[in-house]
C-alpha cells in the first residue's frame, strides 16, 4: 500500500521532536534577547547567561563588531558568487587559510562555508569503500553523518578508553589489511557536551603498534586550550602527531565556517573533492574578513584565554569545593551532575530561569543515564568573577531545593512555557 510522505511525518514528531508540546520556545529553541554576552533577555526578564560557546568573549568585542560592519558594507553578504572552485574563490580566502594553517602549525589549509558539511565532506573524502574507521562513541553528529555518507566499514570504541581503542584497532587493522586499504580514527578534541578531552596522547601512542591515520574535531578546543589557543593537539604537544585537524569557527571564532588543516597533497585531494564545498556557495567575503579579525586578535591578545581560564577555574573549583559532581571536564565547559528525574530536571531549569535568573542548558535521558540530570555551564571570557560567585551560591539552594524533594512532580505552571 503506497501511503503519503506526510502521513508519517504528521504522526511521527521524531526523537527530540516528541517534546514540542512542552519544551518549544522553552527548553528547545528559547529566544535569548539583546545583545551577546553573560546578561540577556530570556521570557521577558533579564538573566545570567551561561549557554553561549562564546567562549573568547569576541563575539560583541567592539573592534570585532567594527570589522563585521565595514567588511559587509564593502563587500556585502552576496561576494563572491558561486561555489569556490567555480567563481567564489578570492585572495582573501587563500590568504586567510595560510595564515590560519601556519598559527595551527600545519603546512596547509581549506577554508570551509559551515563546520557541519566540511566535516561531512571530510570524512567522506578521507577513506574509501576498502578503508575502516574506529571513532568514539560519544562522537558529534557531524562525525557520524561523515561516516554515513562513506563506504568505509566502522568499528566503535568506548568512549575514551584506549584499551576499547586498541581492540578496535586490532579489528580494524586485520580487515584493512584483508580488504587493501587504511585505517582512520576519529575523536573530538573537546567532547562539547561533558567537557572532557579525546585522549590525544594515548591514541597518538598506539601509533606505534598500529598503522593509522588521526583525524581530530576540535570544534570546542580551538582558540581554548594550548598554551596559545591552538587547540587540544596544543595542549597534549601532539600537533605533529595528529594528521589532520578540524576546526569550527562557531565556537571561539563566534562567527561561522570552518578550516581543515593537514599535508598539502592531503589538502589538495580534499579541496578538489570534498562535494559539499565544490557544490555549494564558497564562505561569504564579510565572513571571511572577520573571521581574519579574530584570528589577529586571538594570536595577540593571549588575555582574552587568561581571562576565560580565570572564571573556568573560578567556577570549577567553586563548584567541587562545594561538593558538585563536574565529571571529567578539562576544559572551560563545566558539566554540574545532580541525581533526579526528567521531571525534577524540568522543575529545576525552571526555577534557575525565572526565580533566580540564570540561563543554563539541561541534559536528560537518553544524553546521560536514567535518574541524572546534567545542567551545562559555558563560561566565557566576559563572565566575571561575581557572576561565578553568584551562580555557586544559586547552585547551592537549588541542590538543597532537589535534595529536599522540593522539585518533584510535574510542573504546575505550564504558563511558563507560552
Ligand atoms: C564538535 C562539533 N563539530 C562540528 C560542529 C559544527 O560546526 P558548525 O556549527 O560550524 O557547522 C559543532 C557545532 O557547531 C560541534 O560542536
Avoid at 30 to 50: A, C, T, Y
Avoid at 69 to 82: I, R, S, W
Avoid at 119 to 125: E, G, N, W
Wanted: aromatic letters at 8%; charged letters at 25%; one cysteine or more.
Amino acid at each position: 500500500m503506497i501511503r503519503d510522505i506526510f502521513e508519517r511525518i504528521k504522526a511521527t514528531p521524531g526523537p527530540l521532536g516528541q517534546y514540542q508540546g512542552k519544551a518549544d520556545g522553552y527548553f528547545m529553541f528559547p529566544r535569548l534577547e539583546g545583545e551577546i554576552g553573560p546578561e540577556m533577555v530570556f521570557n521577558g526578564k533579564k538573566v545570567l547567561n551561561w549557554s553561549l560557546n562564546n567562549y573568547l568573549g569576541l563575539a560583541n568585542l567592539p573592534e570585532v563588531r567594527k570589522a563585521d560592519a565595514e567588511a559587509a558594507a564593502k563587500y556585502g553578504l552576496a561576494a563572491p558568487m558561486g561555489a569556490r572552485m567555480m567563481s567564489g574563490n578570492t585572495d582573501l580566502h587563500i590568504k586567510f587559510e595560510n595564515d590560519f594553517a601556519e598559527f595551527i602549525g600545519k603546512p596547509a589549509g581549506l577554508v570551509m562555508n559551515f563546520g557541519y558539511q566540511g566535516m561531512i565532506s571530510i570524512i567522506d573524502v578521507l577513506t574509501s569503500r576498502n578503508d575502516v574507521i574506529v571513532y568514539d562513541s560519544e562522537a558529534h553528529a557531524c562525525i557520524l553523518d561523515g561516516m554515513r555518507l562513506s563506504m568505509a566499514k566502522r568499528y566503535t570504541y568506548r568512549h575514551n578508553d584506549m584499551a576499547s581503542l586498541e581492540k578496535q584497532l586490532n579489528h580494524a587493522c586485520k580487515l584493512a589489511d584483508e580488504q587493501g586499504g587504511g585505517v582512520l580514527v576519529i575523536t573530538e578534541g573537546v567532547y562539547g557536551m561533558a567537557g572532557d578531552l579525546g585522549h590525544l596522547d594515548g591514541i597518538v601512542e598506539l601509533k606505534k603498534k598500529y598503522p593509522f591515520r588521526i583525524l581530530i574535531d576540535d570544534a570546542h578546543g580551538f582558540g581554548t586550550m594550548g598554551a596559545h589557543g591552538r587547540g587540544t593537539a596544543e595542549h597534549y604537544g601532539v600537533t605533529d602527531e595528529i594528521d589532520v585537524i578540524f576546526d569550527a569557527f562557531a565556537k571561539s571564532m563566534a562567527s561561522i565556517g570552518g578550516v581543515v588543516n593537514s599535508e598539502p597533497e592531503v589538502i589538495q585531494h580534499l579541496k578538489f573533492n570534498m562535494r559539499s564545498q565544490i557544490y555549494a556557495k564558497s564562505l561569504p567575503l564579510p565572513l571571511v574578513v572577520g573571521n581574519m579579525k579574530r584570528l589577529e586578535l586571538i594570536k595577540t591578545h593571549p588575555e582574552y584565554r587568561e581571562h576565560l581560564w580565570e572564571v573556568v577555574n573560578a567556577l570549577q573549583s567553586g563548584l567541587k569545593e562545594e561538593g558538585f559532581d563536574i565529571g571529567r571536564t578539562e576544559s572551560p565547559v563545566t558539566p554540574v551532575f545532580f541525581q533526579g528525574d526528567v521531571n525534577e530536571a524540568t522543575n529545576v531549569v525552571v526555577d534557575l530561569r525565572e526565580n533566580y535568573g540564570i540561563f543554563c542548558s539541561m541534559v536528560v535521558y537518553p544524553v546521560v543515564p536514567k535518574g541524572q540530570i546534567m545542567l551545562r555551564i559555558i563560561p566565557t571570557a566576559s563572565h566575571t568573577l561575581d557572576h561565578v560567585a553568584r551562580t555557586i551560591s544559586v547552585f547551592k539552594e537549588v541542590k538543597a531545593k532537589l535534595d529536599a524533594g522540593l522539585y518533584k512532580g510535574e510542573m504546575k505552571d505550564m504558563n511558563l512555557f507560552k
